[in-house]
C-alpha cells in the first residue's frame, strides 16, 4: 500500500470516528433534553446512590453548575462538525486542512471528556465510601456516559421503569 492509500485510509478512519463521536455525543444530549424527571428533581444517580437531602441538594448545584461549564463547548462542537461536515461538496481542501480540523474536533471531544471525569470526581467526593462504591459499580456498568447526555441509566426512556437492574439477572 503507497503513502498516499495509507493517509487516505487514515483520514477516512478519523472521520469515521469523528462521525461515530458526534453522533453519539449528540444523541446523549437529544436524548437529556427528553429526560424524564421526578418532580422533586432527584435524579437516577441520586436515587441508586439514596442520597441525602442534603446531598441531593449539592449534587443538583453540582450538575447545573456542569452543564453550564460544558453547555458552550458543546455548542462549540456541533457548530464545528456542522462546518467540516458542510465541506462535503468542497474537494479542494487538503488532507491536512481536514486532518487539522479533525484534530481541533478530537482535542474539544477529549476536553469534554476531562470536564465530565472531574464532575463525577466531584460527586464521588459527596458520597460516603458506600455510595462511592456504588457510583463506581454504576459508572463502570455505563462506559463512555456521563452527565453531559442520555446515561442510558434504567428509567432514562421508560418512564414505567420496566427495567430490570443488571444485579438482577
Known sequence: MNDRNRLRMLIGIIIALVVLNAGLLTWMWLGSQRH???GDGRSYLSKTLGFSE?????????????????RPLLDSMRQE????????????????VLMQQARQMGEKTARLDVLTLR?????????????????????????GYGSFGRSGWPGSRRPDSSHRDRSEK
Open 119 to 143: 464532575h463525577f470526581q466531584q460527586v464521588s467526593a459527596l458520597c460516603t465510601p458506600e455510595q462511592r462504591q456504588k457510583l463506581r459499580q454504576v459508572l463502570a456498568e455505563r462506559p
Open 54 to 70: 442534603e446531598q441531593r441538594a449539592k449534587y443538583r448545584a453540582m450538575r447545573q453548575r456542569h452543564f453550564q461549564t460544558i
Open 36 to 38: 424524564h424527571r421526578d
Open 81 to 96: 462538525r456542522k462546518r467540516f461536515f458542510g465541506q462535503v461538496s468542497d474537494s479542494t481542501q487538503t488532507d491536512a
